[in-house]
T-cell receptor, first 111, second 113 residues
């Protein structure tokens, strides 16, 4: 069946470091892909999304490119800030009309 | 514009007790969803609704019931709580379905002893 695999956390970085959070998926067809972010004490909110191969989603300095050849949607940011500390979820909407979330990656940024 | 709100924020139940979680949205969204979030497992869809008066089962519906009597409200009920239902519950809503951005509430933390 369809699935999403995220790199396990927690990830701890210093401010201004480069961030990569890996996400790979298994799905038939061409799923839509999402990154959601959950700040402490809040619900999830959409960070970015991509709906077809080679699309790049971007928001707040974060980027992710839909790579069908490697079935990946890795999240990147060139220079992280303390305010980026949160839990990040990769998700896909499958051809079976299901939403599947990864297990989440907790990110902590040190000043 | 409050977005999606959830009541209560935190609750402790004893095994066998019942309770109802309330979700309310003020964005005139047709679709509403209930998820549970467990450590290491991401979010899993419990039930959803595609409009007032409708409900449907998601991935993990057993032990839960839902109702959508008003468009803005979506209630999740536990008739006889079990320790396995200890979790964080999130409500979400959107206009056109799972393929589009969902708007989440802040969550309800439930502990069943």
């Amino acid at each position: 069946g369809d699935s999403v695999t995220q790199m396990e956390g927690p990830v701890t970085l210093s401010e201004e470091a480069f961030l990569t959070i890996n996400c790979t998926y298994t799905a038939t067809g061409y799923p839509s892909l999402f990154w959601y972010v959950q700040y402490p004490g809040e619900g999830l909110q959409l960070l970015l999304k991509a709906t077809k191969a080679d699309d790049k989603g971007s928001n707040k300095g974060f980027e992710a490119t839909y790579r069908k050849e490697t079935t990946s949607f890795h999240l990147e940011k060139g220079s992280v800030q303390v305010s980026d500390s949160a839990v990040y979820f990769c998700a896909l909407y499958s051809s079976a009309s299901k939403i599947i979330f990864g297990s989440g990656t907790r990110l902590s940024i040190r000043p | 514009n409050a977005g999606v709100t959830q009541t209560p924020k935190f609750r402790v139940l004893k095994t066998g007790q019942s309770m109802t979680l309330l979700c309310a949205q003020d964005m005139n969204h047709e679709y509403m969803y209930w998820y549970r979030q467990d450590p290491g497992m991401g979010l899993r869809l419990i039930h959803y609704s595609v409009g007032e008066g409708t409900t449907a089962k998601g991935e993990v519906p057993d032990g839960y019931n839902v109702s959508r009597l008003k468009k803005q409200n979506f209630l999740l009920g536990l008739e006889s709580a079990a320790p396995s239902q200890t979790s964080v519950y999130f409500c979400a809503s959107n206009l056109v379905g799972l393929q589009e951005t969902q708007y989440f509430g802040p969550g309800t933390r439930l502990l069943v002893l």
